[in-house]
C-alpha cells in the first residue's frame, strides 16, 4: 500500500470514528427529546461533552490528513508533470539514470548538518543549500508524522529533538502523565463545562394519588482558562553557526523546562481547587505508623464523597523515601521493597516518576515538582490521593513546544532568540471530591 493510500485509509477510518461519537451525540439529544426535557442528566452531559471533544479532535485530524493528502496529490501531479516533460529531452549517452531509493533523514543525533544552524542560516543569511535541506527535511516529516506542518509553526523539528523531550535531568511531569488528558480545541481562550450542582431526587411514594418527590436540576458552569508557557533563549550567531549540537542543548532544555512548568501547573490547579477534602496531620514527631492511617482516611473520603474508588497516590519523593526507611521493632521494612513481608504497601525505593510502590492497592507516584514549602515552617509538603481520570488536561499535539520562532531581535550583537511555547488547560473542578490531600506539621522534612 502506498502513502497516499495509506492516508486516504486513515481518512476513511476518522470518518467512521467521528460518525460513531456523532451517534452518541445524537443518542443523547434523542433521549432528552423523548422524555421532553431541555435538560441533560450527569451521565448524558458526561457522554456529551466527552464525544463533543472527540469529534473536536477528529475534526482537526481530518483536517490534517486531508492536508497531507492534498500535498501528495500535488507531489505526484508536479511529478507526472516533470516526467512528461523529461521524455521529451532524454538523457544524453553515457549519462547515469538516477533513481531516489530510501533517503537519508537529514537531520540526526550526531549528524552532519544542525537544525538550528541551517534554520539561522537559511533565514537569515541567504543559504540555499540550508534552505533545501530543510525543505527536504520537511517533505520527509510530512510522510514519517501524524501530523502536519501547520502544528509546529514555520518549521517541523527533527524528531530526534521532539525525544529530548523528556530525558533532559528535571522534575518532568509526572502528575501530569497521569491524569486524563484530552485534545486541546482548536480555538477560544476559556472552555465551559456544565457542572450538576443540585441533583433530583426520589421518594417512596406515601400513599396512592400523593405528590411524588420533586427536585429541580440544577447546574453551574465551570469555566477552564487557556493557559500559555513559553520560554526564550538568547543564542549568538558564532555558537549557531560555529557551535556542535547547539540544537540539542538549547531546545532541550527549553523543551524540559516547559515540561516541569506544565506539570507544576497541573499541580497547583489540584491543591487550589475548592471544596477538596483535607485531611490533617498534626506531630511533632511523625512516624509511619501514624502517618498511616491518616492516608487511610483520605482514601476513604473519596471513596465515600465521589462514590467511586481512588486511582492514585501523589507524592514528593522524599516523602516516599520517608516511608521506605521505616522499620518496625525487629528492624523489617514497613515497605516491601523486594518480596512483602510484615509489609503496609510494596514497591521500589529507587524509582521516580512514575509509579513507584503500592499502597492500600493504589499506585504511588512520585513528583519532584510537588511543593516541599509549605505550613507555617516551610518545610512541610502534602499528599494526594484522586480518581486521577477526574482531573482533566487539554494539551496541545502530544504536549511538547509545538512552535520554533527565530527572531533577529538584536542583529548588531550578533544576537538571536529562540522561543518555545505551547497552549494547555487544566482543571480538578469538574469533582472536587474526587480529591483528597494529607498535609500538617507530620509532613514536616524527614529525617533519616
Known amino acids: 500500500m502506498t502513502l497516499l493510500e495509506q492516508i486516504r485509509a486513515s481518512i476513511r477510518e476518522c470518518l467512521d470514528t467521528r460518525a460513531g461519537h456523532m451517534a452518541v451525540i445524537d443518542s443523547v439529544i434523542a433521549a432528552a427529546e423523548a422524555r421532553d426535557d431541555s435538560a441533560l442528566t450527569d451521565a448524558e452531559t458526561i ?19 486531508q492536508e497531507r493528502e492534498a500535498e501528495l496529490v500535488a ?3 508536479a511529478r ?3 516526467d512528461a516533460v523529461a521524455a521529451r529531452f532524454p538523457a544524453p549517452n553515457g549519462s547515469p539514470e538516477i533513481r531516489v531509493g530510501a533517503e537519508p533523514v537529514v537531520y540526526r543525533d550526531g549528524g552532519e548538518y544542525s537544525f538550528l544552524q541551517d534554520a539561522y542560516r537559511s533565514e537569515f543569511g541567504g543559504d540555499w543549500q540550508a534552505r533545501e535541506r ?20 514555520a518549521l517541523v523539528p527533527p524528531q530526534y529533538l521532539v525525544d529530548m523531550f523528556a530525558p533532559i535531568a528535571r522534575a518532568g511531569r509526572p502528575i501530569a502523565n497521569s491524569v486524563r488528558r484530552l485534545p486541546l480545541p482548536a480555538g477560544g481562550m476559556t472552555f465551559n463545562i456544565p457542572r450538576g450542582t443540585t441533583g433530583t431526587t426520589t421518594a417512596v411514594q406515601a400513599a396512592e394519588n400523593d405528590a411524588v418527590s420533586e427536585t429541580n436540576f440544577d447546574e453551574t458552569t465551570l469555566a477552564v482558562s487557556l493557559q500559555t508557557i513559553a520560554g526564550q533563549q538568547d543564542v549568538s550567531r558564532q555558537a549557531l553557526e560555529r557551535g556542535v549540537g547547539i540544537d540539542l542543548v538549547v531546545f532541550g532544555d527549553l523543551a524540559s523546562h516547559y515540561a516541569t512548568v506544565l506539570d507544576t501547573s497541573v499541580y497547583t490547579a489540584i491543591t487550589g481547587t475548592a471544596g477538596i477534602e483535607a485531611v490533617t496531620y498534626t506531630d511533632a514527631s511523625p512516624t509511619v505508623a501514624e502517618f498511616f492511617p491518616k492516608l487511610a482516611d483520605a482514601v476513604q473520603r473519596v471513596n465515600s464523597n465521589r462514590f ?16 521506605t526507611a521505616a522499620v518496625d521493632s525487629t528492624n523489617r521494612p514497613l515497605i516491601g521493597l523486594n518480596a512483602p513481608s510484615n509489609a503496609v ?14 499502597l492500600f492497592g493504589l499506585p ?26 477526574d482531573i482533566l488536561l487539554w494539551e496541545d499535539g502530544d504536549g511538547a513546544p509545538r512552535e520554533l520562532r527565530f527572531e533577529q531581535t538584536n542583529g548588531g550583537n550578533l544576537t538571536v532568540k529562540l522561543v518555545a511555547y505551547g497552549y494547555s488547560a487544566t482543571t480538578a473542578g469538574r469533582y472536587p471530591k474526587a480529591i483528597a490531600t494529607v498535609s500538617g506539621t507530620g509532613l514536616v522534612t524527614p529525617t533519616f
Do not use: C
Open 345 to 358: 504497601g510494596v514497591g521500589v525505593a529507587a524509582e521516580y516518576g512514575q509509579v513507584v510502590g503500592s
Open 134 to 153: 530543510l525543505e527536504r527535511h520537511q517533505r520527509m516529516a510530512l510522510e514519517t508524522r501524524d501530523v502536519g506542518t501547520g502544528a509546529f509553526g
Open 75 to 77: 507531489l505526484e501531479e
Open 364 to 389: 504511588v507516584v512520585t513528583d519532584a515538582n510537588m511543593a516541599t514549602n509549605l505550613g507555617a515552617g516551610t518545610n512541610e509538603d502534602l499528599v494526594i490521593v484522586a480518581k486521577a481520570d
Open 80 to 82: 507526472a508533470a516533470a
Open 47 to 65: 457522554q456529551f461533552s466527552e464525544a463533543r471533544s472527540a469529534v473536536a479532535a477528529a475534526d482537526a485530524d481530518l483536517a490534517q490528513l
Open 308 to 323: 467511586m474508588p481512588a486511582t492514585a497516590i501523589f507524592m514528593h519523593p522524599r516523602r516516599w523515601g520517608w516511608l
